[in-house]
């Protein structure tokens, strides 16, 4: 099979099993706990190091958050079974890097690979979802690419990859839909929630022999966890978070 057929295969086949990245890397971050301690043996300085990537983590959320709300219905999703774009995106986020939602899933998880402290892990991350996310890039730029013709090709030329370019900044057509985004992303802002006090408890075991849940994060654990519990109830029981053409 020639090169391009075989890189648009194989990204088609990791595009529909995307969502069970975060498994492969659950291996890789177990396989890691045994290295991990605290900075300088001090646990405030590791509260702060925690803190600070779990900002990281919150700025790749936003980043998704700020892209699929200014989204129409028919991109943007969480489809696993192929490809879907109704309309090529090149305002807001999409004005400025071609691949938002990959760069956000990377910001968050660069994140959770600094909670270590150990740069090689932060490279290994790095790594995989260089190698993972570009036959995913190819598979989709060639569905756009046949799809959309010219109009792709010129938004393609002027718009990065991956690294966004702040000056081609385009206001979107459409107003941001906060109940979009909230709908789409209150179960990505839990999972990160839910991994970084997995972490914590599992870093204590390896680094104080001791297996416990420090305040702070057992005070954020329930209130991410209330907040996800209603808003999956909305979801579910109502139409609020529903919005016309999105």
Request: net charge positive.
């Amino acid at each position: 099979m020639p090169l391009r057929e075989e890189f648009s295969k194989t990204g088609n086949f990791l595009f529909r099993w995307r969502s069970y990245l975060p498994l492969l890397m659950i291996v890789i971050i177990l396989l890691t706990m045994p290295y991990f301690e605290y900075p300088d043996h001090s646990e405030k300085l590791d509260d702060m190091r925690e803190i600070f990537c779990m900002f990281i983590s919150c700025l790749g959320i936003l980043i998704r958050a700020l892209t699929i709300g200014y989204t129409p219905k028919g991109t943007s999703g969480t489809n696993t079974r192929g490809q879907i774009a109704d309309v090529l995106n090149t305002t807001g986020m999409y004005s400025i890097v071609r691949n938002p939602l990959y760069l956000g899933n990377f910001i968050i998880w660069f994140g959770i690979s600094m909670f270590f402290g150990l740069w090689w892990f932060s490279l290994i991350v790095t790594l995989i979802f260089w190698v993972y996310y570009e036959r995913i890039i190819f598979a989709e730029e060639e569905y756009l690419r046949e799809k959309f013709g010219e109009s792709y090709l010129m938004w393609a030329q002027k718009t990065p990859v991956f690294i966004p370019n702040i000056r081609n900044w385009r206001c979107s057509e459409i107003t941001f839909s906060f109940r979009k985004a909230l709908k789409n992303e209150y179960k990505s802002f839990f999972a990160m929630i839910i991994s970084y006090v997995v972490l914590e408890i599992i870093g204590d075991v390896f680094a104080e022999h001791r297996l416990e849940l420090d305040r702070m994060w057992l005070i954020l654990l329930s209130v991410s966890s209330i907040f996800y519990i209603v808003t999956r109830i909305v979801k579910k029981k109502t139409r609020l978070l529903d919005v016309e053409g999105r």
